[in-house]
C-alpha cells in the first residue's frame, strides 16, 4: 500500500492510538483519492484499506469531503511554507545566492515528490489546484519584488512572469517523478538557467 503522511518511529512513540488511527486512515484516503479520484472513492473503500470501520472513520472526519479538504489544505500549507522561507535576505552575493537559490528550489522539489498521493490530489486533481497555483505564484512575485528591492536582481524583470515561468517549469517536472538525485540535478539547472539563461558568455 502506497501511503501518505508517513510516521517515523520516534514521532509514533509519541503519538496516541487515537492519533495513529487519524494519520493512518488520512493516509490510506489519500491513497485512495489518488488512484480513484474523489467521485469515485468511497469511505468503505478508505475503511476496508485501513483495517477499521466506517464508525471509526467518522469519528476523526465528518464525511469524505473534510478529509479530502484537510489533505488538500495540508498539501497547500506546505508549499506556502516553503516559498515564504524561501525569501532571500539582501546581503547574498555570489555563490551563496545562487545556493540559497537552489536550496529553495530543491525544498519546492522535494515537497512535490516527498508524497506523490497528496501532491496528485493537491496540485492536479482538486478543483482549488489552479487557484492555488495563482497564489503560489503571487507569493513567489512578492518574493522577487522584495529581493530585486534589496538589489539582488535586475529591475526589469517582471515578478509575475518569472513566478508563472517558475511555476511552470516546477509542474512540468514534477509530473516526472524525479528521484531524490535527479532532483538535486533538476534544482540545479533550474537555478543556472533561471540566474544565468542559454546565452553564451562572452569571451
Known amino acids: 500500500m502506497n501511503t501518505a503522511l508517513p510516521i517515523s518511529a520516534s514521532q509514533d512513540k509519541r503519538l496516541t492510538k487515537g492519533e495513529r488511527t487519524r494519520l493512518l486512515l488520512l493516509a490510506v484516503a489519500a491513497a485512495e483519492f489518488a488512484e480513484r479520484g474523489f467521485q469515485y472513492t468511497r469511505v468503505s473503500d478508505i475503511v476496508a484499506r485501513a483495517g477499521v470501520t466506517q464508525p471509526v472513520f467518522y469519528q476523526y472526519f ?5 478529509a479530502y479538504d484537510e489533505l488538500v489544505g495540508l498539501f497547500a500549507q506546505r508549499l506556502r511554507q516553503a516559498i515564504s522561507q524561501a525569501r ?4 547574498l552575493q555570489g555563490a551563496e545566492l ?7 528550489v530543491g ?13 496528485r490530489i493537491g496540485f492536479f486533481q482538486a478543483d482549488a489546484a489552479e487557484a492555488l497555483k495563482d497564489e503560489l505564484v503571487a507569493m513567489i512575485a512578492d518574493n522577487v519584488r522584495a529581493e530585486q ?20 517549469i516546477i509542474e512540468r517536472f514534477t ?9 538535486q540535478a533538476l534544482a540545479e539547472f533550474i537555478t543556472d538557467l533561471l540566474l544565468d539563461g542559454m546565452r553564451r558568455r562572452p569571451g
Open 62 to 66: 465528518a464525511s469524505k469531503q473534510a
Open 88 to 91: 532571500l535576505p539582501g546581503d
Open 98 to 104: 545562487a545556493a540559497r537559490i537552489r536550496q529553495g
Open 107 to 119: 525544498s519546492l522539489l522535494a515537497i512535490l515528490q516527498e508524497d506523490p498521493n497528496l501532491t
Open 149 to 168: 528591492q534589496a538589489g539582488l536582481f535586475r529591475p526589469e524583470i517582471s515578478p509575475e512572469w518569472f513566478g508563472q515561468s517558475l511555476m511552470g
Open 175 to 183: 509530473r516526472q517523478s524525479p528521484d531524490a538525485a535527479r532532483q
